[in-house]
């Protein structure tokens, strides 16, 4: 019994190491995104919903710049990651104007969210 009980108390206190990428924590991260992006229609920015495995600029009825349409990307982890890090950096002439997402889990989680809108 006491063996229980220190194994268990061991593993309370050891470190979560690679945490899973977590959507719901994602969910918080996107109130950034909130002022620009909606989810089922387009708004200063287009309709996120689906944007994972779009190609960039194509989404209907959104006006995009030139620099976005003729970009030549798919939207998925790495590009994603690559743009939300720094938009002007990946697509140059964005009008996304957007300062970028610093921290790493932030990003992961986000992208883990912007998976769940299908
Ligand atoms: C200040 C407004 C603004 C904010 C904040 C913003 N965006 Fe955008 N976003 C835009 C605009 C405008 C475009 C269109 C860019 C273009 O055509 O060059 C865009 C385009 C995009 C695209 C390309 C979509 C496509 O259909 O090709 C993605 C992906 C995207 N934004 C994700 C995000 C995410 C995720 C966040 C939050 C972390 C965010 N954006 C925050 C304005 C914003």
Redesign the pocket.
Known sequence: MRKWVLAAAMMAAMPVAAQAADAEAGKT??N??K???QVGKNA???D?KG?IG?K????EG?T??E??KNSGLT?DEAT?KT??ADPKKL?PG?????MG?KDPADEDN?IAY?ETLK
């Open positions: 991260v996107f950034k995104c002022a620009c992006h200063v920015g287009p996120l944007v779009r960039a600029g194509t989404h959104y995009y710049s620099a976005m939207w994603l743009y939300l697509v964005t009008k996304m104007v957007f997402i986000l912007l």
